[in-house]
């Protein structure tokens, strides 16, 4: 296959959760999606955060104070 583009990414994020825990890790998210669109979206209730030891998360929503995305060099 010639040129196959993914309809997803990944980005790597920061979360922090209304009880000071703190996860690092990827959202796997559509392609023409910013982080806040993702996070917003009122059909979904919880979404999967897969951390570095490749451990999936899954969040609800109304725990999350604050997700950054990890901007890599």
């Known amino acids: ?10 980005v790597e994020v920061r979360v922090e ?10 959202f ?3 392609r023409d999606n910013r982080l806040s669109d993702f996070l917003n ?4 209730q919880f979404v999967a955060l897969i951390d570095k030891e490749k451990t999936t998360h899954l969040l609800n929503k109304v725990h999350i ?7 890599s060099d």
């Open 1 to 10: 296959m010639l040129g196959t583009v993914s309809a997803w990414k990944k």
């Open 41 to 44: 979206n009122p059909k979904k």
């Open 28 to 30: 796997v998210m559509a």
């Open 65 to 71: 104070v604050r997700a950054t995305e990890i901007k």
């Open 17 to 26: 959760l209304h009880d000071g825990t703190v996860l690092e890790g990827l």
